[in-house]
C-alpha cells in the first residue's frame, strides 16, 4: 500500500474565500462533557478530523453512541448512562484529549482507571496539575501498570492554584468541579477560547460556572441529576483559521477567511500586522492581503491571550522568506523545533539554541520531499511549499489529517497548486 501524500507546487497567489471549520481542541473536548449528563446531544460544526473519530471510538468504547456525519459536520451523541469507567492505552495513546474523560468520569461516577497519556513527538506532557487539582478536591490515586485509578466517592470544592495555565488540567479540573459538593476556584486558569466554549456548553447543561474566560474561575456544584443534555455549535478553529491567514499571505494573495473569529487570535493577528500583512476583520471571518515582501519579527509563544504555540510553525515558515532575521521563542514545549530541519530541506536558514529558533529570511525556498512531523508542523510545511520552487512533497500526512478538514481541497479552491497523491 502506498500511503498518502501531499504535493505542493508554487505559482498562484491564492485568491477567494475560504471557511473555517469546528475547531478541533474545542470539540474533543466538548465530546468529552457528553459523558456528564444521559440523553441525546447534538454538537454541530464539528470538523472532519480524524481526531474526532480516535475520540469518538474512545468514547464509544466507554459507552458512549456516537453517529458522525461530516457531510453535515455533524455529531450525535447518546448517553445510555450505563459507562464503562475505563480508558483503555490502546486509545489513550493516540490522542492527548483522552484524559480529558478523567474530571467528567471522576466527578459523576466516582472512579475511573485511564492509561497515562505517553509523549508526543515535541516533548514530555505530564498530567501532574490534573491529578494535583483532583487531589485537592478529595481524589485518591493509584499508579500501576501505566494507568492511573482514580477515586473519590464525593469530589469536594476546593481552591487551586495552578503552576501554570495548563489547557488540560484547567479543562479537567472544571468538569470535575461541576459535580463537587461546594465551591471550587481554580486560580491561574487558562483562559483559551476553547475552555470558553467548554464552560459555555456545560452552563447550557446546567452547571454553574462564573469568570469564564478569565484566570479565575469558579464553580459552584450541582448535584448529578443537574445536568441535561444539549446541542451545541462548535467555535471555529483559530488554528486551521491563521493557516490560511498565513497561506494568503506568503503567497502575496487576497483571501477571505470566513467564521475566523478575530478575537481568538488577537496577538497573533497583530504580529502578523507587524509582518506587513493586512488582516481586516469583516462582518463574519477576516480579508487577508499579503505584502509583496514579508517583514521579519521576533515572535514568543504562551498562553493565551499570547501567540499559541500551535501557531509557530507557520510564522517559522512566514519568516524563512522573510526581508531579515527573526527570532522565535518557543516557552510551551521544548521540544517542538523538530520540523525545523524538515524546512531547512527547503531551503530555509533557521539555526537552533536552545528553545529559541533563529531564522535569516532566504529570497526563495526550493521543493523537495520532507515528512510532517505532527499536525502544525505539517500545515507549516505545506504554507511552505506554497512558494518552493520545483516541487514538495509531504510525507506522513496521517499527523495534518488528525487536525485539519480537508486542507488540500480548501488550499486549491483558493488557487494553489495542491494535490494529495
Ligand atoms: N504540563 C505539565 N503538567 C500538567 C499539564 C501540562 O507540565 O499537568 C505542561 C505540558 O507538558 C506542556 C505545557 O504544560 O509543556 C502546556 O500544556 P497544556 O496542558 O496547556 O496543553 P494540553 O492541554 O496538553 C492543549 C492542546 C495543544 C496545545 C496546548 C497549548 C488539546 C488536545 N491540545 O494541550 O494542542 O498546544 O493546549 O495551547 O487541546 C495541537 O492541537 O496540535 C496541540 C498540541
Request: glycine share 10%; with cysteine; aromatic share 4%.
Amino acid at each position: 500500500m502506498t500511503l498518502p501524500r501531499i504535493r505542493v507546487r508554487p505559482g498562484n497567489r491564492l485568491v477567494g474565500t475560504v471557511d473555517v471549520p469546528g475547531a478541533k481542541n474545542s470539540v474533543l473536548k466538548l465530546m468529552a462533557a457528553c459523558l456528564m449528563a444521559d440523553g441525546d446531544y447534538v454538537l454541530t460544526n464539528v470538523p472532519g478530523i480524524d481526531d474526532v473519530t480516535t475520540m469518538a471510538n474512545l468514547l464509544g468504547a466507554i459507552g458512549l453512541r456516537i453517529t458522525h456525519d461530516p457531510g453535515r459536520a455533524r455529531l450525535e451523541i447518546s448517553n445510555p448512562g450505563n459507562l464503562q469507567l475505563v480508558a483503555p492505552y490502546e486509545l489513550v495513546e493516540q490522542i492527548r484529549a483522552s484524559i480529558n474523560v478523567l474530571g467528567p468520569l471522576l466527578g459523576r461516577f466516582g472512579e475511573v482507571r485511564i492509561a497515562l497519556p505517553g509523549g508526543d513527538d515535541f516533548g514530555s506532557r505530564p498530567i501532574d496539575m490534573h491529578l494535583s487539582g483532583l487531589a485537592a478536591m478529595g481524589a485518591e490515586f493509584t499508579i500501576r501498570h501505566g494507568d492511573v485509578h482514580a477515586v473519590a466517592d464525593r469530589l469536594y470544592g476546593a481552591e487551586i492554584t495552578l503552576d501554570f495555565p495548563s489547557v488540560g488540567a484547567t479543562e479537567n479540573l472544571v468538569t470535575a468541579a461541576v459535580f463537587a459538593k461546594g465551591t471550587t476556584i481554580i486560580d491561574n486558569a487558562a483562559r483559551e477560547p476553547e475552555i470558553v466554549d467548554l464552560c459555555n456548553m456545560l452552563v447550557a447543561m446546567g452547571a454553574r460556572i462564573e469568570g469564564v474566560g478569565s484566570s479565575t474561575i469558579t464553580i459552584h456544584g450541582v448535584e448529578r441529576d443537574e445536568l441535561r443534555p444539549v446541542n451545541h455549535a462548535v467555535i471555529p478553529d483559530r488554528v486551521q483559521a491563521a493557516t490560511y491567514v498565513a497561506a494568503a499571505a506568503i503567497t502575496g494573495g487576497e483571501v477571505t477567511v470566513r467564521n475566523a473569529v478575530p478575537e481568538h487570535m488577537e496577538m497573533l493577528l497583530r504580529r502578523f500586522g507587524d509582518m506587513g500583512i493586512t488582516v481586516e476583520p469583516q462582518h463574519n471571518g477576516v480579508l487577508v492581503v499579503g505584502p509583496d515582501k514579508l517583514r521579519s519579527i521576533d515572535v514568543v509563544t504562551l498562553p493565551f491571550p499570547g501567540v499559541a504555540t500551535d501557531y509557530k510553525p507557520l510564522v517559522v515558515a512566514l519568516l524563512s522568506v522573510a526581508d531579515s532575521v527573526g527570532i522565535v521563542t518557543e516557552n510551551l514545549y521544548p521540544g517542538r523545533f523538530r520540523y525545523v530541519d524538515e524546512l531547512r530541506r527547503l531551503g530555509a536558514n533557521i539555526r537552533t539554541d536552545g528553545h529559541h529558533a533563529i531564522v535569516r529570511g532566504v529570497p526563495r525556498l526550493s521543493g523537495a520531499p520532507v515528512h510532517a512531523p505532527d499536525i502544525r508542523a505539517g500545515a507549516a510545511l505545506v504554507v511552505a511549499g506554497l512558494v518552493a520552487d520545483g516541487e514538495t512533497v509531504i510525507s506522513d500526512v496521517h499527523h495534518i489529517d488528525r487536525g485539519y478538514d480537508d486542507l488540500v481541497g480548501r488550499l486549491a479552491s483558493l488557487g494553489a497548486d495542491i494535490a494529495r497523491v
